[in-house]
């Protein structure tokens, strides 16, 4: 492998690592989403809640005198930020396949991932405002999200319509667990669209319509369709998504549909979180067959909570890429100490394990990470 691959695959996982949103936190508190994010199906700016929320409840120590930091501006302007600090060591991995060696080259690196700031201006009180997610780093300025939020509609229901992220299952803060990357519903990818929701007692409802191009515009008809939706309780909770994203050209068809189920649990201090994913992908070029692959991704993880600003995960990941192949699959065990010493700031170490076939030689690199991140 080259030099310049073995950078490559390097800045790929690494990229990967980033994350924004903590779910097993919500499921912990009996939450929704929309508690503690002004984005309502998750991640991204914390509302008033959640920045108070993360001074009071999470930190391990908090310094006497020191007030809740409010993020509002003023009245009507408001703002949040995350920036993570990391430094990744990658094993070099050298196995033997087919009677030639393959090796992935490891190193070790400082990086900063993630540089995002938040903002919201309030036009009408409870129910119009705009909404700005922007991305400044590391690789230049990009808007995540950028949506008018339109709020106070029936069924404590909401609307949102712009650059947003795509609502499907669990919005994981790990992009590289194999539910995100296989479905492609992460926070590297957002799209041109519309988004309603209700949340009427105990349930939970969202769809979106979108282009279906990651954020580019198109010239046809065909949209792409999210929809998911559940029950919950202090207990945990359950659902399922559906998305149909339509590209067919003149070209020929091509159709990816994912469907998915959650489930969630509680136990006080220990939390349970599950997700599967069935990814189908069809296409039938003009005057050639039909050709369908059908992937699954299926993610469990425990969360435990030592004590007060301290806990433990374990997470499991399995993706088959292709059902039809068989012993083409691979796994991922992270393993992540969790530290909030301080209000807006977490400490994390993680050791992930990673499995693949042995011809899938950069699968198999392990990975340890211990990141510093500072948050509003």
């Given at each position: 492998?080259?030099?310049?691959?073995?950078?490559?695959?390097?800045?790929?996982?690494?990229?990967?690592?980033?994350?924004?949103?903590?779910?097993?936190?919500?499921?912990?508190?009996?939450?929704?989403?929309?508690?503690?994010?002004?984005?309502?199906?998750?991640?991204?700016?914390?509302?008033?809640?959640?920045?108070?929320?993360?001074?009071?409840?999470?930190?391990?120590?908090?310094?006497?005198?020191?007030?809740?930091?409010?993020?509002?501006?003023?009245?009507?302007?408001?703002?949040?930020?995350?920036?993570?600090?990391?430094?990744?060591?990658?094993?070099?991995?050298?196995?033997k396949f087919d009677g030639e060696w393959l090796e992935a080259q490891g190193g070790n690196t400082l990086r900063v991932p993630q540089a995002n700031l938040y903002g919201e201006l309030t036009i009408v009180r409870d129910h119009l405002s705009l909404y700005l997610d922007e991305k400044i780093g590391p690789e230049g300025a990009?808007?995540?999200?950028?949506?008018?939020?339109?709020?106070?509609?029936?069924?404590?229901?909401?609307?949102?319509?712009?650059?947003?992220?795509?609502?499907?299952?669990?919005?994981?803060?790990?992009?590289?667990?194999?539910?995100?990357?296989?479905?492609?519903?992460?926070?590297?990818?957002?799209?041109?669209?519309?988004?309603?929701?209700?949340?009427?007692?105990?349930?939970?409802?969202?769809?979106?319509?979108?282009?279906?191009?990651?954020?580019?515009?198109?010239?046809?008809?065909?949209?792409?369709?999210?929809?998911?939706?559940?029950?919950?309780?202090?207990?945990?909770?359950?659902?399922?998504?559906?998305?149909?994203?339509?590209?067919?050209?003149?070209?020929?068809?091509?159709?990816?549909?994912?469907?998915?189920?959650?489930?969630?649990?509680?136990?006080?201090?220990?939390?349970?979180?599950?997700?599967?994913?069935?990814?189908?992908?069809?296409?039938?070029?003009?005057?050639?067959?039909?050709?369908?692959?059908?992937?699954?991704?299926?993610?469990?993880?425990?969360d435990l909570l030592i004590t007060k600003g301290v806990a433990v995960r374990a997470a499991f990941g399995y993706h088959d890429p292709d059902l039809a192949v068989k012993n083409d699959h691979r796994t991922r065990l992270a393993m992540t100490l969790e530290v909030f010493p301080l209000p807006f700031l977490r400490v994390t170490?993680?050791?992930?394990?990673?499995?693949?076939?042995?011809?899938?030689?950069?699968?198999?690199?392990?990975?340890?990470?211990?990141?510093?991140?500072?948050?509003?």
């Amino acid at each position: 492998m080259t030099d310049a691959r073995r950078g490559m695959a390097l800045a790929t996982l690494l990229a990967a690592l980033t994350a924004s949103a903590e779910p097993h936190l919500a499921v912990r508190e009996g939450f929704l989403c929309s508690q503690c994010h002004v984005n309502r199906s998750g991640g991204g700016k914390r509302n008033a809640f959640g920045a108070n929320y993360s001074q009071t409840a999470l930190p391990l120590w908090r310094p006497s005198g020191l007030g809740v930091v409010s993020p509002n501006l003023g009245e009507y302007v408001s703002v949040g930020a995350d920036v993570r600090v990391q430094h990744v060591t990658v094993e070099t991995v050298r196995t033997k396949f087919d009677g030639e060696w393959l090796e992935a080259q490891g190193g070790n690196t400082l990086r900063v991932p993630q540089a995002n700031l938040y903002g919201e201006l309030t036009i009408v009180r409870d129910h119009l405002s705009l909404y700005l997610d922007e991305k400044i780093g590391p690789e230049g300025a990009s808007a995540r999200e950028a949506a008018v939020l339109l709020y106070g509609l029936p069924y404590a229901g909401y609307a949102k319509a712009g650059r947003i992220l795509l609502p499907f299952g669990l919005r994981l803060a790990d992009d590289e667990a194999f539910i995100r990357q296989a479905t492609g519903f992460n926070f590297g990818n957002q799209d041109l669209g519309v988004e309603v929701g209700a949340e009427p007692g105990p349930t939970f409802l969202t769809a979106s319509l979108s282009n279906g191009t990651l954020g580019g515009t198109d010239d046809n008809e065909r949209k792409q369709l999210c929809v998911t939706g559940g029950v919950r309780s202090r207990w945990g909770r359950l659902g399922g998504s559906y998305s149909w994203n339509d590209s067919t050209t003149a070209a020929g068809l091509v159709v990816r549909q994912v469907a998915g189920g959650f489930g969630t649990l509680n136990f006080g201090r220990l939390t349970l979180l599950s997700e599967g994913d069935v990814v189908i992908d069809t296409e039938r070029p003009k005057g050639a067959p039909r050709t369908q692959v059908l992937q699954l991704a299926v993610h469990g993880e425990a969360d435990l909570l030592i004590t007060k600003g301290v806990a433990v995960r374990a997470a499991f990941g399995y993706h088959d890429p292709d059902l039809a192949v068989k012993n083409d699959h691979r796994t991922r065990l992270a393993m992540t100490l969790e530290v909030f010493p301080l209000p807006f700031l977490r400490v994390t170490a993680t050791y992930i394990l990673r499995n693949d076939i042995p011809q899938r030689v950069q699968g198999r690199q392990d990975v340890f990470l211990v990141q510093l991140h500072g948050f509003l």
